[in-house]
Structure formats: C-alpha cells, structure tokens
C-alpha cells in the first residue's frame, strides 16, 4: 500500500511543469504536497545531506531560541511539520505544553504518528493541513515552529498572516529556513551545489532529477532572511532573535506578536 502511494504521488508530481507551478501560486501546492508524499520515506536523509549534516544542530538552536522565550507556553503548533522533529522536541523541553504538528503530507504524518509511540510522548497530535488555514481559533496558541516551512507555501505574506492570528500577543513565533543569499557569488555556488546534488540524488532514489533539484528552484524563488525579518515586522510581529549561517543560506528566526497583530 505504501508503494502505491508513492508511487501515486511521483506519477502526480511527473505530471506538473515544475517551472511553471513554482510561478503560480495558485499551483504551487500541487507540486509541494506530493513531492513531499514521495520522499517522506527517505526525507529525514535528505534533510541530513541538504543540510550539509547540520540539520539537528539548527533545530536544537531553534528550539533553545524557542524555549527562551516561551518558557510558560501551553499550546504549541508546529507548522510544515513533516515528521515531527521540531514538535517532538520542543514538548520534551516544556512538560506543560501540547503540540499539534500540521503538515499538507499525508505520508510524512504517517511517520510522525509512527513516532509517538516510539518517543513516549503523548502532548504531540498531527493533523493533515497546510499553513494557509491553521486548526486554531484567533489568538489562541502560545508557541509556534516552522521548520523548512514558509519556503514552501504558495503565498509567503499569507501564512505569516495566518500565523499572526492563531497566536495569542506575546506570542512566539520561530522559523528556520533556507534563504537566498545576499552574495551574489556565494548565491551562485551554493545554488550550483544544491541544484546539482539535488538532480543526482533525485535520479538515484527515484529516477527523478527534479523531485529534489527543486529545493533550489525553491530557494531561488524565496527571499533573503534580512527581507523575510522585514516582512515578519510589517504583518504584526516584532523579531527578537535572527541568526544566519552557511553566509545566509540559512536563516533562524524568533518573533514575537504584537498587540497591533
């Protein structure tokens, strides 16, 4: 059964032009949500080798950066949640605190679901939806994680909007993220290593180049972390802590909502 849904899902995401998906927002999620499907089975590796093996360390930073500033929260969400990591670990951090994972992937859910057990933590609950509609009420949730997540979204202003209104004022938000970098000739060489590494392991794992070339397409069509700071500070939120690594490649935010959200 697993097979086939994969399977399923590569036909789907063959089936798109990928370029012109990317342009139009109206589209965008076609191409995300069973790209994802696919490669949920392997996506843990991928986030290892794309991540040139840093992966766990910058979400342990988000976390501690989360947690800092959030040590009394009692409802989290963890946006793009893929398999669970970022929500996982921010409700061993915080006893007090339940998480609701949601991600559009229906396949990266049944391995998040599979973990809980396996964690022996039972304040984490996964719910199939993506960040344009959040299963939450208005100002109601005290904490929220995206982990390689407003990259991905057809409408970037829109999901952090949509942030802005499940989260209580004083609320944090914190995001880690790939971002397009400011150097130009480090943009070009760090584009060339991801497109290229993406397209070969794509034909290796799937005979698909682009299933993960796209990362770099998504990169490339994203902003830089100084312009996503900015667009967090116009939609009701006011950046307490911005780290960049990989000279920009990368980017870790903590917000927190204001009262004028």
């Known amino acids: 059964m697993v097979i086939e849904q994969t399977n399923d899902a590569l036909a789907r995401f063959r089936a798109q032009d990928l370029d012109a998906a990317m342009a139009d927002a109206s589209r ?68 007090q605190l339940r998480v609701t994972g949601v991600d559009p992937s229906a396949e990266m859910l049944v391995i998040a679901n599979q973990r809980i057990a396996a964690r022996g933590i039972e304040r984490v609950n996964f719910h199939l939806g993506d960040m344009a509609t959040l299963p939450a009420t208005d100002a109601s949730v005290d904490v929220i994680t995206a982990g390689y997540g407003f990259r991905n979204v057809p409408d970037l202003e829109a999901a952090v909007r949509e942030c802005a209104r499940v989260l209580r004022p004083g609320g944090t938000l914190g995001s880690l993220d790939f971002f397009l970098p400011q150097n130009t000739a480090w943009r070009a060489l760090f584009l060339w290593y991801l497109r290229t590494s993406g397209n070969v ?54 917000a927190v909502r204001t009262d004028s959200a």
């Open 28 to 95: 965008k999620q076609g191409v995300v949500t069973p790209m994802f499907d696919v490669i949920a089975p392997r996506y843990d590796a991928f986030t290892q080798l794309f991540s040139f093996g840093m992966d766990a360390s910058w979400k342990q930073n988000l976390i501690d950066a989360v947690v800092l500033h959030a040590p009394h929260a009692h409802r989290g969400l963890d946006v793009a949640c893929g398999t669970g990591d970022l929500g996982f670990a921010l409700a061993a951090r915080l006893p």
């Open 201 to 254: 392991v794509g034909w290796w794992w799937h005979r698909t180049p682009a299933i993960y070339g796209y990362i770099a397409r998504s990169i490339n069509a994203f902003v830089t972390a100084r312009d996503f700071t900015a667009l967090l500070q116009r939609n009701g939120f006011r950046v307490v802590e911005q780290r960049t690594m990989l000279l920009g490649g990368m980017g870790l935010h903590v």
